[in-house]
């Protein structure tokens, strides 16, 4: 079964009890215009939006048919990093900004994907790096429009690529 998603919804704007379906999507294939990707169901799901947008973790996609595919993130191998002091956390902030990585801001703790050199590198910085496994949301950037970040790959946002 194939499905059309024409619409993007922010995660709170939609009826939830309009959902028909999830699809769970990693960071890398979050940010577009269009992409065939398969739903918890297992339909086959076109995303087919005027424009690329960034999906988030709530999110709703409007189908032709009616009613809405929630977008759900997958889970990735992250570092969770944590410092013995928010000045020490800042600090390895700047060094991880410096290196243009994607950083997810979370208050009193910073995560980024698993790397077992940045890993090495937050350590010598007086930081701990833990690995886990959760949904991977960065920061966009001071440049960034609609929350699209410079760390994933631009080639192909408009052809269909199939996911799981």
Known sequence: MSVRAF??????????????????????????????????????LLIDLPHAIRLRDGDGLRLE???????????ENLLEIHAHSPAALVRIAWHLGN????????????RIRADHVIAAMIEGLGGHAAAIEAP?????????????????????????????
């Open 99 to 110: 290196r243009h990585l994607p950083v997810q801001l979370l208050g009193d703790r910073i």
């Open 7 to 44: 619409e993007h919804l922010a995660a709170g704007t939609w009826d939830h009890a309009q959902q028909t379906d999830r699809v769970l999507v990693d960071f890398d294939r979050r940010h577009r215009r269009r992409i065939v990707l398969t739903t918890e169901g297992g339909a086959e």
């Open 136 to 164: 991977f949301d960065p920061e966009g950037g001071a440049y960034a429009e609609g929350g699209h970040t410079h760390g994933h790959r631009h080639d192909n946002d408009d052809e269909p690529a199939h996911a799981h």
């Open 65 to 75: 048919g009616g009613g809405y595919v929630r977008v759900e993130a997958r889970p």
